[in-house]
């Protein structure tokens, strides 16, 4: 049986369908409310997690303050009582402890008098606070998950649809892995096969990146070339993020596919015990070529698609990556011109990579179902 993925157009038909209220009907339609509603259950804290990336510094394509409020008072319609969340990074950036990340969301607008409600660091202050959680599959006997996420009654997950350098593109399925593990449970994650191609011009933007100075600049036959201390390395693929030229990269092949198996065994182990408690948001608005990781936006590669909804991440991804496959390009994208239909976008954004896997994957270990009925609401 087909899963229902709600789909609401950007197109206003009158001037109360705006996209705050095309937000609050899709909150009706994937039912919301009796996802998050209190359970009654005595001496429980009826609170909620509504899972979100606040923005690196210098990004401006994060999720808008506004679509976030419009979930929240969803949220306290029903009497609960809702938390925005995210964890520490991996790497070096305005999010890597909890104090740097409150700063950040606070710059960029998640403030209490904006979305009223408080923003909580999932895994402590350091990305300590952390559990392991038992999925017994292929690439892990168990995860770490952040505490917050585990002590939350239920979860609300909002997704900024795009790009990403390792997994092709990023939606639901990596809001979770990544956004609901602790640093430790990143390094799980990421691979140790970074290598420096030789096209590298030794420009040295990828060295300051690095969160343990596994990087440094050599001198070569032309000039400098940049340089990975294979022992420091941890794979948190900043580097591969920030280059440029394309100089940086994995040299084991299966590498892409193991890193789309891995992101979906955590997110398998963060969803685990709140089956009918979680309830998915994808938005298709500025979907650009890089995560909101990036301290930086770049152009959008197809135009404004809407915003979707969805109890099921696997078949709300698959939606989001067919939508943005069969959309025009607004950009030349490898060997396809500006305003190309019909092909996968991200894998041209980012060659090698295998984002169609992460639904594939996630669906044979039982996360979802990529067989999905498009429905606008």
């Known amino acids: 049986m087909s899963v229902p993925v709600y789909l609401a157009k950007l197109a206003v038909k009158n001037p109360s369908d705006h996209r705050l209220a095309k937000i609050k009907r899709l909150c009706d339609a994937v039912g919301l409310a009796d996802k998050v509603k209190p359970l009654g259950t005595v001496g429980e804290d009826e609170v909620v997690a509504i899972k979100l990336h606040f923005g690196e510094a210098g990004n401006d394509t994060y999720l808008h303050p506004t679509f976030v409020r419009q979930v929240v008072d969803c949220v306290k319609a029903t009497g609960a009582r809702p938390f925005l969340t995210d964890t ?77 350098a390792m997994g092709g593109f990023g939606g639901a399925i990596k809001n979770l892995a990544m956004g ?53 390395c941890i794979g948190c693929y900043e580097c591969v993020t920030a280059c440029k030229q394309g100089a940086i990269g994995v040299d084991t092949p299966n590498e892409y ?33 890089q995560c909101d990781c990036a301290g930086w936006s770049e152009p959008a590669i197809v135009p404004d698609l809407g915003i979707l909804a969805s109890e099921d991440p696997v078949a709300l991804d698959t939606a989001c990556f067919e939508l943005v496959k069969e959309a025009h390009s607004l950009i030349p994208l490898g060997e396809h011109g500006a305003h190309s239909c019909g092909y996968d976008k991200f894998s041209a954004l ?28």
């Open 88 to 164: 520490c990074t991996l790497y070096k950036s305005t999010r890597h402890n909890a104090v740097d990340h409150l700063e950040t969301a606070y710059r960029h607008g998640f403030t209490p008098y904006v979305v009223d409600a408080p923003v909580i660091m999932a895994d402590g202050v350091t990305s300590k606070c952390y559990e392991e959680v038992a999925v017994n599959l292929k690439h892990f006997a168990s995860v770490k998950i952040a505490q917050a996420f585990l002590s939350a009654n239920a979860m609300v997950v909002l997704s900024h649809f795009k790009g990403h």
């Open 180 to 232: 609901c593990a602790p640093q430790a449970g990143k390094i799980d994650q990421h691979g140790r096969n970074v290598v420096i191609y030789p096209k590298c011009i030794g420009c040295g933007q990828c060295v300051p990146l690095c969160p343990r100075n596994a990087l440094s600049l050599e001198k070569a036959e032309k000039g400098r070339h940049a340089v990975i201390d294979k022992e420091r």
């Open 257 to 289: 596919s193991d890193f789309a198996e891995r992101m979906a065994e955590y997110a398998y182990g963060a969803v685990k015990g709140k089956e009918g408690r979680i309830c998915y948001l994808n938005f298709l608005l500025n979907v650009t070529p």
């Open 350 to 377: 980012h060659p090698n990579t295998r984002g169609w896997h992460q639904v594939e994957y996630a669906e044979s270990i039982g996360m979802g179902s990529r067989d999905y009925e498009l429905i606008t609401v």
